[in-house]
T-cell receptor, first 114, second 109 residues
């Protein structure tokens, strides 16, 4: 059974804290993605990576950074958390098939920044 | 015009009804399209891919209209378990997906 796991289901942090969200996939996928999902706004792409140590900005990268040191792991970093980063964060992975392939999502991390 | 647009609904239908959703996209160069399903408080999961020739899987039919730049999802004989949010996905380039905001479906007894 294919799996994408995320380090926490729920997280509460204070404004200004540094926050790490981790994602691990066991499918040997080339591509990994970080999204946030907010009511009425849908899924928005923050960053993605198509290979180890490679990263590309998505649609809303401001305030975030990422790290991909190993193929199976993709981390999202909030350098200084702010209340407007309170959201559901979803990680996904997909194979490198040209034209796009199925995205497999993790269960999500609900982050609250106080 | 937004890249990918969906009617948020909710579509409220009785069991057994047929319901259809559309999703419009702005980039005429888009090549790949998908429908995902997301249950309440769960992650999205692939429902079906959308091929140029159309695609049918049981009660679900997906179609692509390139001339008018939209994809559609038809659900026949709706079940209570079909209640969910349906997300349209249009690929930008080879592997960057753009998600629509989703269409909410509620099937009632």
């Amino acid at each position: 059974d294919v799996k994408v796991t995320q380090s926490s289901r729920y997280l509460v942090k204070r404004t200004g804290e540094k926050v790490f969200l981790e994602c691990v996939q066991d499918m040997d996928h080339e591509n990994m993605f970080w999204y946030r999902q907010d009511p009425g706004l849908g899924l928005r792409l923050i960053y993605f990576s198509y290979d180890v140590k490679m990263k590309e900005k998505g649609d809303i990268p401001e305030g975030y950074s990422v790290s991909r040191e190993k193929k199976e792991r993709f981390s999202l970093i909030l350098e200084s958390a702010s209340t407007n980063q309170t959201s559901m964060y979803l990680c996904a992975s997909s194979s490198g098939q040209v034209g796009g392939s199925e995205q497999f999502f993790g269960p999500g991390t609900r982050l609250t920044v106080l | 015009r937004k890249e990918v647009e969906q009617d948020p609904g909710p579509f409220n239908v009785p069991e057994g009804a047929t319901v259809a959703f559309n999703c419009t996209y702005s980039n005429s160069a888009s090549q790949s399209f998908f429908w995902y399903r997301q249950d309440c408080r769960k992650e999205p999961k692939l429902l079906m891919s959308v091929y140029s020739s159309g695609n049918e899987d049981g009660r679900f039919t997906a179609q692509l209209n390139r001339a008018s730049q939209y994809i559609s999802l038809l659900i026949r004989d709706s079940k209570l378990s079909d209640s969910a949010t349906y997300l349209c996905v249009v690929m930008r380039g080879s592997y960057i997906p753009t998600f629509g905001r989703g269409t909410s479906l509620i099937v009632h007894p």
